[in-house]
């Protein structure tokens, strides 16, 4: 028999309690078809859940199957299928089983959650906000549970003024028992687990939120896992980095500072900051957060020359030239001459002074110490032969560089670096490697195409640095 949904018929007054609420929008609740037992079926169900409990999912699926078959209208094969799915990582055919104990047991509390997440999950907000809202009137789950239902329904009633002002009557509890069930016995790969799922449902907010009230409560591992993804979160939350500034700060100054996944050891702070600042750039590029945390390590450290340059090469390209650039560079220079993304930094601030015989010496000096010269560095040359005369040369660098951005090897190389960052260093994936890769190379690839194109009908190309230089000095 097909599941079937519907809304209450009663004529609706305004509610006095979120369950009220929520029974106006939530599946009705059904008795499921009553049946009896089959014998075969329940022997086969009986085998499967002794193999599961010893971890023998596969072989526990097979006989999962063979009950359903044997009695297809009981649910218990379809849920134990579906959590030893779960066990062996099939999600997505985890879900689809889900779905068959639905249609069996309107009412299965486990299967409303796991599917309204999933429907908040992937923008289905109706489907949601029925499965969600039954399972609010049915259920009190675990905190961790509720934690994330609790996300999924902010989620999928994002526009409803009235549920939203009831959820956030609800949100102190449920934060503060989840938070003390994950800080005081979860290992990491349940937090960033949880961290993920908050994600997924556009709950980054909720999930810094969680971080900042029960960080100090967890042990040393757990610890360096949250103070690694920290500044990922709250830069793709629009924060400034001060957030992180200041709770790196505080365990720098208790002696507890320590990043993933070297996490027993400890870190400095200015070391700590600029890895903060080098996760921010590559996932969002917000701008206000990765100055600030480079400032802060360069202020702490005026020896580290690969935050410095970075620093240099963020404001460069935001501001120009500028006194401050200036000098940033020159002192990396002082630290190390002869690092290839230095010689590319200082290079291309020349380019935009005017100093072509000093950017050419500088830049072509880059690429020949480089094991493996970035598209950008050809790009850079480029313009900097570009403005020298040497046209036909200046043409090759660009053309160089197209080549490099579109070779599939160059992407799937890159989008594996992001996706190891993620998986391997945050633990967390809150963009996409195919999202970041994007935000990092679509705009070198579009200018190098606009320069060619350019070129190519007679007309001057267009540098979009020489925009930024009547505010320079």
């Not at 509890?173 to 960033?192: F, N, V, Y």
């Not at 967890?218 to 103070?227: C, F, G, I, Q």
């Not at 005369?389 to 594996?416: C, H, P, V, Y």
Request: net charge negative; hydrophobic share 45%.
């Amino acid at each position: 028999m097909p599941l079937m949904f519907c809304m209450s018929s009663t004529a609706f007054v305004e509610p006095l309690t979120i369950q009220e609420y929520f029974a106006n929008v939530s599946v009705d609740k059904i008795a499921g078809p009553a049946h009896q037992t089959v014998r075969s079926a329940a022997r086969e169900y009986v085998h499967a859940k002794q193999l599961a409990l010893n971890n023998f999912h596969i072989e526990a699926i097979k006989h999962y199957r063979n009950a359903a078959a044997l009695d297809v209208l009981s649910p218990a094969p379809w849920v134990g299928m579906a959590i030893s799915l779960g066990a062996i990582k099939q999600d997505d055919t985890a879900l689809l089983v889900w779905k068959e104990v639905i249609a069996r047991d309107p009412s299965h509390t486990d299967a409303l959650l796991i599917l309204g997440i999933d429907a908040a999950r992937m923008g289905n907000k109706e489907l949601g906000q029925q499965y969600l809202s039954r399972h609010w009137i049915e259920a009190n789950p675990e905190p961790i549970e509720s934690l994330l239902r609790y996300a999924a329904l902010r989620s999928v009633f994002d526009t409803d003024e009235v549920a939203l002002g009831f959820l956030e009557k609800e949100l102190g509890p449920i934060l503060d028992e989840a938070g003390h069930r994950l800080a005081t016995s979860a290992p990491s790969a349940a937090w960033l687990g949880v961290i993920q799922q908050l994600v997924d449902l556009n709950s980054t907010e909720l999930a810094l939120l969680l971080i900042q009230q029960h960080i100090a409560d967890v042990k040393p591992k757990e610890l360096a896992s949250l103070l690694t993804i920290l500044p990922v979160l709250e830069s793709v939350s629009n924060g400034d980095g001060s957030l992180t500034e200041n709770i790196y700060t505080e365990f720098s100054v208790n002696n507890k500072l320590a990043l993933s996944p070297r996490w027993s050891e400890r870190i400095s702070l200015a070391e700590a900051l600029s890895l903060a600042a080098q996760s921010v750039s590559v996932v969002s590029g917000n701008v206000d957060a990765s100055v600030l945390l480079y400032k802060k390590s360069v202020e702490l450290d005026a020896t580290n020359a690969l935050a410095i340059n970075n620093l240099a090469w963020i404001v460069l390209e935001e501001e120009g030239p500028t006194e401050y650039v200036q000098q940033l560079c020159a002192k990396a220079m002082s630290l190390d001459a002869k690092a290839p993304y230095i010689l590319d930094t200082v290079g291309r601030m020349q380019t935009m002074l005017g100093n072509t015989e000093l950017s050419l010496e500088l830049l072509t000096t880059a690429i020949e110490l480089s094991d493996d010269p970035s598209p950008e560095m050809y790009e850079h040359l480029g313009d900097a032969l570009w403005n020298s005369g040497e046209r036909e040369r200046a043409l090759a660098m660009w053309e160089t560089a197209s080549t490099i951005l579109n070779t599939e090897d160059f992407k799937t190389f890159a989008m594996q670096d992001y996706a190891a960052l993620a998986h391997s260093v945050w633990g967390v994936m809150v963009r996409t490697p195919e999202a970041m890769y994007d935000f990092e190379m679509s705009g070198v690839l579009c200018r190098l195409q606009n320069k060619l194109h350019a070129v190519a009908q007679g007309n001057e190309p267009d540098f979009e640095y020489t925009k930024r230089l009547n505010g320079a000095n």
